[in-house]
């Protein structure tokens, strides 16, 4: 795609794609754990889309990494695929991907606190308090006490690793920024996902995924959601994402935070019959409102826009 002037027809198809792509992937990763277990398929999700996105990258030009570069990625997509997606994955046998997807949207929640503790971190802003105040409210509405939900524990407990799944998703974001990476996010993003995809099936193995693996139960509906996770939800929707931060403000681009889990509700509601009670209408929009507030006003304190070579 050629970043300068770029018509209205591309710009919509690519915002499609972040918001509707990405917002399906947490239905997609609960149609996928059906009849896989839930390591061993993120596992191969990140194999195929990380080899993908590698060989694009270096076919447009991308150096080839180092050692350093190896450690650095593996370290992040520790952090922010295995720990972060995998954990997700194996919470949603008991979470449904709506509540999934509301939950994760307290990344930036996270990425705030993290940064204020930090040593030498910014204190936010009252109004960034503010948000943090109501996210957490909207937080006890969808993940306990149980009753909240009126259904099982297991709202508390899946939730409960949903949400140190965000927490391990948000250090890998600040670690980022810090490690020596390519200068390619491409390559780098498939260097996460390929490092990240040996210890997702590590895990796997591990937790003694391979005996539970019935490749006469295995239906069609869960492999082809896998590949959708893999070359859709990761390749296709990924690309989009990285030519909107070269044409148009970041701004605009990280609206995908508050639409994403709107689209994962609707779809768990409308193709999987996820019940959607009242108490998780309000604890999402109070997420979504919390989450709108601290993403824009700390857009408004950065100047800089992301570049990729």
């Not at 705030?112 to 109004?127: D, F, K, M, Q, Y």
Request: hydrophobic letters at 55%; aromatic letters at 10%.
């Amino acid at each position: 795609m050629n970043s300068a002037q770029p018509s209205q027809v591309k710009l919509l198809l690519a915002f499609t794609a972040i918001y509707f792509i990405w917002g399906s992937t947490y239905l997609a990763i609960e149609f996928s754990i059906e009849t896989l277990p839930p390591y061993l398929m993120t596992g191969v999700r990140f194999f195929i889309a990380g080899v993908l996105l590698y060989a694009w990258a270096r076919w447009r030009g991308a150096h080839k990494p180092t050692l350093t570069h190896w450690r650095s990625a593996s370290l992040i997509g520790g952090l922010m695929l295995f720990g972060g997606m995998g954990t997700v994955a194996y919470a949603q046998q008991w979470v449904d991907s709506g509540l999934a997807a509301l939950i994760i949207a307290m990344v930036p929640i996270w990425m705030v606190l993290i940064e204020w503790l930090r040593p030498g971190g910014n204190a936010p802003g009252l109004r960034v308090f503010l948000g943090i105040a109501v996210s957490f409210v909207g937080l006890i509405l969808l993940i306990g006490p149980g009753d909240v939900m009126g259904t099982s524990n297991d709202n508390l407990i899946g939730g409960s690793m949903i949400l140190l799944a965000t927490f391990l998703w948000s250090i890998g974001s600040i670690f980022s920024r810090i490690v020596k990476l390519p200068s390619s996010s491409m390559l780098s993003t498939a260097m996460q996902m390929f490092s990240a995809s040996l210890m997702l099936m590590l895990m796997g193995v591990f937790q003694g995924e391979i005996s539970q693996i019935n490749v006469d139960a295995i239906s069609l509906k869960s492999v082809l959601s896998m590949l959708y996770l893999s070359i859709i939800g990761s390749v296709v929707a990924f690309t989009a994402y990285i030519w909107l931060l070269k044409v148009v403000p970041p701004a605009r681009v990280a609206t995908y935070a508050y639409v994403n889990p709107v689209i994962a509700v609707f779809l768990g509601w409308a193709l999987n019959n996820e019940m959607v009670t009242t108490p998780m209408l309000t604890g999402a929009a109070l997420i979504i409102t919390a989450v709108v507030i601290i993403v824009s006003q700390q857009q408004k304190r950065s100047k800089v826009v992301p570049q990729v070579d």
